[in-house]
């Protein structure tokens, strides 16, 4: 009898992650939720089980706590086979700018906590030879503008950091993948008025992240493909064109 695989969802009570945990336990992996809010999770929890037959587990987590990562990482017998972090805050950009506690909790939710957890991870993986890690990252990160660039800042940090883990293992049979989804319809971004070709559903960015493990490709993907050219354009401006844009 084979084993099942595993997945670890970070950040398991969002709609990205909800929606990702549902593909992967309708293709029969052992799904588990780690999240900070536990009840939140168990019901995302029960509403798979009944959608996919495979009830995931759920454990607690906060990206903030990186004091607690070790013993995080440490309570599974094994590294999951794929994790994928889905964890992030947007923020409020005109508060965080004037307050540097409140930007702090951006960076750190966006940057410091899912890089250091999936670092902690990355070297469990390399010593069996094998996984693939799918960190969540944003377009926004690709060139900082007036109206997002703390949780930019942070997504940045964050492309780097697994850019650089993806360099580093390599070579030791883990696949490290960016998604950049664009725009995408859930509770982060509810309250704006999202440009309709340019946004995705949770359950498309699910797909694209499957078929991505599926395909075992390092690298960094846009989830649907008009980005690449908006982003090619929007890197390459000339700074004084780009400062006199409103973005
Ligand atoms: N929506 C978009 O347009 C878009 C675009 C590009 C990238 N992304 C990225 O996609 C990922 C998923 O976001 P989403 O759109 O699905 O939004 P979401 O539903 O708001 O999910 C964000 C999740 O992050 C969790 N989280 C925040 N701080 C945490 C902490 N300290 N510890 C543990 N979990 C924490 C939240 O937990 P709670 O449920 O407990 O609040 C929430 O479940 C994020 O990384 C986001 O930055 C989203």
Not at 121 to 141: D, E, L, N, Y
Request: charged share 20%; glycine share 10%; proline share 5%.
């Amino acid at each position: 009898m084979t084993t099942a695989s595993s997945v670890l969802i970070i950040g398991g009570a969002s709609d990205i992650g909800r929606a990702t945990a549902l593909i992967y336990a309708g293709h029969g992996w052992k799904v588990t939720l780690a999240g900070r809010n536990l009840a939140e999770c168990g019901r995302i929890a029960d509403d798979i089980a009944v959608r996919s037959g495979q009830r995931p587990d759920v454990v607690e987590l906060d990206v903030l706590r990186t004091d607690r990562f070790t013993a995080f990482v440490e309570a599974f017998p094994e590294a999951p086979d794929t994790i994928v972090c889905a964890a992030g805050l947007l923020g409020d950009q005109a508060r965080d700018q004037c307050d540097p506690n409140r930007a702090a909790v951006t960076l750190r939710s966006n940057f410091e906590g899912p890089a250091l957890l999936l670092g902690a991870f990355a070297s469990a993986m390399a010593a069996r030879g094998h996984g693939v890690i799918v960190g969540i990252s944003s377009v926004a990160g690709e060139r900082g503008r007036a109206s997002n660039y703390v949780y930019g800042a942070a997504k940045a940090g964050f492309s780097a950091f697994l850019s650089g883990l993806r360099h580093s293992l390599v070579r030791q049979g883990v696949c490290v993948i960016t998604v950049k989804p664009g725009f995408v319809r859930t509770k982060m971004t509810a309250q704006m008025t999202l440009p309709r070709g340019l946004t995705a559903e949770p359950a498309e960015v699910a797909r694209a992240i499957f078929k991505a493990d599926q395909a075992k490709r390092p690298g960094s993907l846009y989830v649907r493909p008009v980005w690449r050219p908006i982003m090619t354009i929007i890197r390459m401006l000339p700074e004084p064109v780009f400062l006199r844009m409103r973005l």
